[in-house]
């Protein structure tokens, strides 16, 4: 179980269709306008995508380097100076126009905004998604709930059903209660032997 990369968040308002983050210009590289690509989703960069970047669009015409470190160049983009004048901003592929993910994955913006559900009761909805060293986690934000917002980490121990057409993810309530300190069970009613 797991969402398509953190990073590749929705970037547009909800009035349009939603955009996924394919990365930011970083520095040039060598004389033709090639540019590393900072933050990349590499699923998105693929060579022959048209990619959004400020007001136009752009298809890219070189992929190299490596998937960490990835060199895009675009088309009508054809020296350094150009490419520089375009660092810093964002790569964005229009949702409809991403690949579609692997059974039991899901693009960030097909997450945010989902309600979150333990054993009926509701916790919030989803804010973002967060990249942790070993998965995702939900970031969840309630209205009754101050402070920090609850990460729930897209892993099976933790989320029992996701569905998006009806907008809600269900949790394991005693999978939260294992992985919340002990302060935070007392004031939700406990953990486990309560």
């Known amino acids: 179980m797991s969402a398509g990369p953190a990073g590749a968040c929705e970037t547009a308002v909800s009035a ?4 996924l983050s394919a990365g930011r210009v970083g520095r040039p590289h060598g004389l033709d306008g090639s540019f590393y690509v ?3 989703q590499t699923q998105l960069l693929t060579l022959g995508r048209t990619v959004l970047i400020g007001e136009r669009t ?3 015409v070189r992929r190299a380097g490596t998937d960490a470190r990835p060199i895009v160049a675009l088309a009508g983009v054809a020296d350094r100076d150009a490419a520089a004048s375009l660092r810093g901003l964002e ?3 229009p949702a409809h126009a991403a690949p579609r993910l692997g059974e039991g994955e899901w693009w960030a913006h097909e997450l945010e905004g989902c309600e979150v ?5 509701p ?8 990249a942790l060293p070993s998965c995702e986690a939900l970031e969840v934000r309630g209205s009754d709930r101050e402070g920090s917002p609850l990460l729930v980490p897209l892993v099976k121990d933790a989320v029992r059903r996701i569905d ?13 209660a294992e992985a919340m300190p002990a302060p935070a069970r007392a004031r939700r009613g406990g953990g486990r032997g309560d």
């Open 16 to 19: 349009h269709p939603p955009v």
């Open 58 to 60: 752009a298809t890219i």
């Open 91 to 93: 790569l964005g592929v």
């Open 123 to 130: 916790l919030g909805s989803v804010t973002r998604l967060v």
């Open 117 to 121: 559900l333990a054993a009926g009761r």
């Open 164 to 176: 998006t057409a009806a907008r809600r993810i269900e949790v394991d309530p005693d999978f939260l």
């Open 38 to 40: 900072t933050r990349p």
